[in-house]
């Protein structure tokens, strides 16, 4: 029984913390993970578009035949597009999923307190209103998104204050 300390995990941590950390910038908060999101975006936007490798991918998805008739290297490209995929893909995958099991929770519990109160849900609801007035339709929705990002809104603050609460990370 010697204890066994994984030293390899200990910098992933740390660098998840830090990417979780905020800062003010003219007056908005952001994280370090934000930022470097858009700088992932906007190196893909530039080597999609303004490198050969970018146009062999486009080209290779436009028409394989004829992008290998034009001399570009159907298998290398693939390749490195797969294992960029690979790389990026999973992490992308989990915040995929993430919004659609928080978005399927939240359809299916409106639609079980609607059956619960005998009113009718809130999309039908909606189309119904929209199909005699103007205006009400756009107003619940914008009225409805306040008030979901609202208690969004209050969860964190109140998970923020609980004692005992650790990071996510």
Known sequence: PFPVRHNHVDPLRAHARQ????FSFFGATLTYGSIL????????WYVLNRTPFGKHVYAIGDDAEAAQLAGINIRRTLTAVYVLAG??????????LSGAFLTFAIVIGEFTMAALLNRPAFGPYMQLLGANRAYEPAALAVIAFAITWGCLGLIQLVS??????QSPV
């Open 37 to 44: 999101l858009l700088l992932l975006v906007a190196v893909a």
């Open 87 to 96: 790389i990026i893909l999973p992490n992308v995958l989990v915040a995929v």
């Open 160 to 165: 923020r204050f609980q004692k005992g609460a």
């Open 19 to 22: 990417m979780g950390q905020s």
